[in-house]
């Protein structure tokens, strides 16, 4: 039995104008509360529920990454110093918009806490690079196998540890303006 090209394609068009409704309804349905807002063609940002984030307490994983230039660095050398961890990378818009804040506050705030880009994808150069033209100069860590993002359990792109001098993570956050991180970081502080 052959079927006709035209009557296939008017069956998989219309399968595609029942799936994707129902599929976006599904979604609406299953997720309350959370609106996804189409930034560029193919992206999406969720807004972050701060609450949602918070892990007051948890203690920070000391998993060993690398510096800049390949040398072994640990994530339990922040311990003594209140730090401010951004885990990003180059391929992230989110990320990309929110590097200047943070080497804004960075300036500010620099000399009273210890800031940190951890970066899973990019190789020491991309990462140096596409930093620098965002206007950073705070410590950037490599994890290339990923295992600082697993053992803090990093689900989404760009997200913000803050660390007090314990070592204990007092806050997590998702995509920040120089406004709300100046506020974290202050809280982190008092």
């Given at each position: 039995m052959?079927?006709?090209?035209?009557?296939?394609?008017?069956?998989?068009?219309?399968?595609?104008?029942?799936?994707?409704?129902?599929?976006?309804?599904?979604?609406?349905?299953?997720?309350?509360?959370?609106?996804?807002?189409?930034?560029?063609?193919?992206?999406?940002?969720?807004?972050?529920?701060?609450?949602?984030?918070?892990?007051?307490?948890?203690?920070?994983?000391?998993?060993?990454?690398?510096?800049?230039?390949?040398?072994?660095?640990?994530?339990?050398?922040?311990?003594?110093?209140?730090?401010?961890?951004?885990?990003?990378?180059?391929?992230c818009p989110p990320c990309e918009r929110e590097l200047p804040d943070?080497?804004?506050?960075?300036?500010?705030?620099?000399?009273?806490?210890?800031?940190?880009?951890?970066?899973?994808?990019?190789d020491s150069d991309r990462m140096t690079q596409f930093a620098s033209e965002r206007g950073v100069s705070y410590e950037l860590w490599r994890d290339p196998d990923s295992a600082f993002i697993d053992a803090i359990g990093v689900a989404a792109f760009p997200v913000t540890y803050f660390v007090d001098a314990d070592g204990r993570i007092v806050r997590e956050a998702g995509v920040l303006n120089a406004e709300q991180l100046r506020e974290r970081v202050q809280e982190l502080l008092s």
């Amino acid at each position: 039995m052959a079927i006709r090209p035209r009557l296939l394609v008017f069956s998989m068009l219309g399968a595609l104008a029942i799936s994707v409704p129902a599929g976006y309804a599904m979604y609406r349905i299953t997720t309350p509360g959370v609106d996804a807002v189409l930034e560029e063609p193919g992206l999406v940002d969720i807004p972050l529920d701060d609450d949602a984030l918070d892990a007051p307490g948890r203690p920070l994983p000391d998993i060993e990454l690398f510096d800049t230039s390949d040398a072994v660095v640990r994530s339990g050398s922040l311990v003594g110093a209140p730090a401010v961890i951004n885990v990003w990378f180059a391929a992230c818009p989110p990320c990309e918009r929110e590097l200047p804040d943070f080497a804004e506050v960075h300036a500010e705030y620099g000399d009273r806490v210890r800031f940190v880009g951890v970066n899973p994808f990019d190789d020491s150069d991309r990462m140096t690079q596409f930093a620098s033209e965002r206007g950073v100069s705070y410590e950037l860590w490599r994890d290339p196998d990923s295992a600082f993002i697993d053992a803090i359990g990093v689900a989404a792109f760009p997200v913000t540890y803050f660390v007090d001098a314990d070592g204990r993570i007092v806050r997590e956050a998702g995509v920040l303006n120089a406004e709300q991180l100046r506020e974290r970081v202050q809280e982190l502080l008092s």
